[in-house]
């Protein structure tokens, strides 16, 4: 079992940064995915970014070039690093732990099952 704590986050202009943390208590990260999702306003949760087991990572299109997902493996952090933020980044970020694999389609939104979820930090971009 593991218990995902987010920090960070806020508001700020457009252009601005921002760092999200995540910190995993318990069981650790586990060895599959992990991965930061986002809810905007009147939107579906769509997958941001996310590292697999061997740390290769896929982006979100909309946020390649300008978020970053980094963690710490001894200390059991997932940091999202987003910098020259955009009215449209605005919404619920949220941390997630894979917990085991699907099926192989792709898409690593998909592709795992996500069943630990932080408690979501709100971001909020103004123009």
């Known amino acids: 079992q593991v218990e995902l704590v987010q920090s960070g986050g806020g508001s700020v202009q457009a252009g601005g940064s921002l760092r999200l943390s995540c910190v995993a208590i318990?069981?650790?990260?586990?060895?599959?995915?992990v991965a930061w999702f986002r809810q905007s306003p009147g939107k579906e949760r769509e997958g941001v970014a996310v590292i697999e087991s061997e740390d290769g990572t896929t982006y979100l299109d909309s946020v390649k070039g300008r978020f970053t997902i980094s963690r710490d493996r001894g200390h059991n952090n997932l940091y999202l690093e987003m910098a020259t933020l955009q009215p449209e980044d605005t919404g619920m970020y949220y941390c997630a732990v894979a917990s085991r694999w699907i099926a192989s389609t792709g898409s690593p939104w998909v592709d795992y099952e996500y069943n630990y979820w932080g408690q979501g930090t709100q971001v909020t971009v103004s123009s």
């Open positions: 318990g069981s650790g990260f586990g060895s599959l995915a």
